[in-house]
């Protein structure tokens, strides 16, 4: 595949074009777009006459000592979303004359950090929007922060005795917690908890669904997912707490397909089956009320609306219609009454109010410039000098003599290789004969049209002639989905944008690991391997955004290296215009995640204060210098673990 683009000239380059270029204009046209400048801005309540331009911005923080990397949270963003998915599903209701209500409820695994979660459940209450916890830390999260006596709390994950006495005790004081069974030994749990306490917790059943889904999370769904329960264990659950007096308390039914739903086929097909179990658990005397329809509500990453991992063939509005229209339906059917509608919508909350931005360190690519001859030169030099000149006098049209002249080029390095193996050529010869070739690769690649039908070697080396750019991140800490499952994220300069990209690139991280780099991208509904960049100018920076992440890859992030967290800052327009900085958490220093693996700072500031004062007394180390190093040490055990930005 041919990575470059059919644009315009330089001089008629618009920032139209690079909306093009970079799918904004698909993925970003609800909260990001470009101004005049060139630069990205950020509408944080999708209103464009209320922006903040992303670079100007960064630069503010930059002379606040916030320096890059950087995760800017837009908290407003994170209302507009939750506002959005309500008057998707209160639209719904209204459209089909639903006469149950919504109340979505947010899953907190998918970004758990505290400004976040308290900021959700703040701008929920108006439509007592409530939480899930999924483990007994999540519990106590959840607990502790929803106050509101009419928002649910949906109790999912493995539960131990101790996980469902807290649920039931904590209804007592106000919460309304709902057990969702999702084992078959959870059922004796719990009645052996409430026949103790002498009071019990509402309960939900997770239903196993026989629908298909597909994706990454398929497994989500069927025989054999991790959570719920058969058609046979549900009703051998609903005969145990029948018997032992719990059956009333049974108000909800949950399942779940499965992360980033990508076509909406498999959600109706799932409605319909989960709606005939909803309906036969009322008529086996449970009362119900409430129907979980769970997550996987989709973000449309690449704005191609299409049914593949990086995308949605459908909308927030769509989702909600068919979760509305399938469940009346099948309730009408039956007579019964319709039930409250729950979502737990995280990914399509969370997603797009975070943003990553990072500096550019450097650049590197395989040298492909001619070298000058240096007097008589050894075979393989000259014959790839030949082969080079040979290239110019071609054209597009003769791709046969392109694909034979590239043959002979590799055949030619292959020999000069062979040669300084032994010993006939020095390492000057050798280096002249791989500059040669990357040459020829170069001249080779501009012969090439984008509509040709190109050999696979030779579409292969815009690839090879690509330039690294060197990112002030850690892939494995700040965007692990891209390394664990291949996730695709917007990426792109947040400014520059008035200018053509001349460079096609990849990113590689700071750790010490092949596995961390960003060489897949969005292009609209497809994958490319490299990215339209710019060269970058000395003593400048140049800033790349990584958008739509603030789902899971927070909390999934790890400490490979000893990368830490970076700066995080929330941001929240102010109200006579510009902006305020609502939360400030400074990210990891080195002394920090050095603690994390048990190394205490003050010990390893110890063992090298002994190691400098021994070699002062050997006399190899200056008290003086001996002291700069002490000093070096102290202050980066307080500094960030990521490069520091010249001033």
Known sequence: ???????????????????????????????????????ITVSPKGKKEESLDLMLLMKELKSRNLKSPLLLRFDDILEDRLEKLNQAFDSAISHYNYKGIYKGVYPIKCNQQRHVVEEIVACGRKWHFGLEAGSKAELLIALSLLNDPEALLICNGYKDKRYIETAILARQIGRQPIVVIEQSEEVDRIIQACKELGSAPLIGIRAKLSSQSNGRWGNSIGDKSKFGLSIP??????????????????????????????????????????????????????????????????????????????????????????????????????????????????????SHFSLLIFNILGTSSVLRDVPPAKGKECLSVQNLRETLLSLSQYSENDLSKLQEAWNDALKFKEDALAAFRLGYIDLVERAMAEQLTWACAQALTTKLSKDQLIPKELRALKTALAETYYANISIFRSAPDTWAIEQLFPI????????????????????CDSDGKLSKFIDNGKVKSLLELHSINTGEDYWIGMFLGGAYQEVLGNLHNLFGTTNSIHIRLAENGGYKLDHVIRGNSKAEVLRAMEHESEQVLERLRIASESAIQKGTLKINDAQRFIDHIETSLRQSTYLQEKN
């Not at 719990?246 to 108000?251: G, K």
């Not at 959600?267 to 009320?289: S, V």
């Not at 509005?317 to 059917?333: G, K, L, P, S």
């Not at 300069?493 to 990113?507: A, M, S, T, V």
């Open 233 to 350: 264990e549900i009703l051998k659950a609903v005969e145990k707490l029948n018997n032992a007096g719990l059956l009333q308390e049974l108000i909800l039914l949950h399942f779940h397909l499965g992360s980033q739903i990508n076509n909406i086929a498999i959600l109706k097909n799932a409605l319909q089956e989960a709606g005939q179990i909803y309906i036969e658990l009322n008529r086996l005397g449970a009362p119900m009320g409430h129907l979980d329809v769970g997550g996987g509500l989709g973000i449309d990453y690449d704005g191609s609306q299409t049914a593949t991992s990086a995308s949605t063939n459908y909308s927030l509005q769509n989702y909600a219609n068919d979760v509305v229209a399938t469940i009346q339906e099948c309730c009408q059917a039956n007579h019964i009454n319709v039930p409250t509608l729950i979502s737990e919508s995280g990914r399509a909350i969370t």
């Open 1 to 39: 595949m041919d990575h470059t683009k059919q644009t315009t000239n330089n001089d008629n380059w618009t920032v139209k074009d690079s909306e093009l270029l970079y799918g904004l204009d698909r993925w970003g046209k609800e909260y990001f777009s470009i101004n005049e400048k060139g630069n």
């Open 492 to 511: 792109m300069p947040i400014h520059r944008l008035q200018e053509k990209p001349n460079k096609l690139g990849d990113f590689a991280d700071l750790t």
